[in-house]
């Protein structure tokens, strides 16, 4: 089955604590992206990367981090930097050059 | 700007009728407008989409209208059923001609299906 599978689907944080969500695509996509979903509110951008070693801040990338050493894979690391990181954190791929996305079914990251 | 508070905005619709959900996009120069439906603790799934040169597109049960004049994007679903129960996003697209695609999404509307 092709897809996108992110882990855990629920995560929780410490304070002071550094969480890093797993996102893996087998759709063979050149671009990645993580969005934020807060309840009640559209998904905001936070990182995205077009190609493999190459990354770029969103709307929202304070206090997060991410790294595409290879291409099935863009993980993010929510820092204790961010004060509020409780959200549904979604990921998702597209086909270079393609707007559709194609979205995994979501971490619940929550704090203790 | 960003609406305040947590509420979506909600549509409750007879099975078996049809549903009509609207959306207002922001920037005249977007070219590509999306629909996604989100079920409970589940990703988006894509429905359907268009591009700013069709006014309208018809996929199975659902038809997407497109109003340039005053930047309105609707998602009508035919004969509604109860796994249509979900919230639904769209989404616009500018392209910026760098080669880089972001898309920009709305609040949501959830549509709640009465047996």
């Known amino acids: 089955d092709g897809g996108i599978t992110q882990s855990p689907k629920y995560l929780f944080r410490k304070e002071g604590q550094n969480v890093t969500l797993s996102c893996e695509q087998n759709?063979?996509?050149?671009?990645m992206y993580w969005y934020r979903q807060d309840p009640g509110q559209g998904l905001r951008l936070i990182y995205y990367?077009?190609?493999?070693?190459?990354?770029q801040k969103g709307d929202i990338a304070e206090g997060y981090s991410v790294s595409r050493e290879k291409k099935e894979s863009f993980p993010l690391t929510v820092t204790s930097a961010q004060k509020n990181p409780t959200a549904f954190y979604l990921c998702a791929s597209s086909i270079k050059g393609n707007e559709k996305l194609f979205f995994g079914s979501g971490t619940q990251l929550s704090v203790l | 700007g960003e609406s305040v508070g947590l509420h979506l905005p909600t549509l409750s619709v007879q099975e078996g009728d049809n549903s009509i959900i609207n959306c207002a996009y922001s920037n005249s120069a977007s070219d590509y407008f999306i629909w996604y439906k989100q079920e409970s603790g589940k990703g988006p799934q894509f429905i359907i989409d268009?591009?700013?040169?069709?006014d309208k597109r018809q996929g199975q049960r659902v038809t997407v209208l497109l109003n340039k004049t005053v930047k309105h994007l609707s998602l009508q679903i035919a004969a509604t059923q109860p796994g249509d129960s979900a919230v639904y996003f769209c989404a616009e697209n500018m392209n910026s001609g760098a080669g880089s695609y972001q898309l920009t999404f709305g609040k949501g509307t959830k549509l709640s299906v009465i047996p």
């Open positions: 268009i591009r700013s040169n069709m």
């Open positions: 990367s077009q190609i493999v070693n190459d990354f």
């Open positions: 759709l063979n996509h050149d671009a």
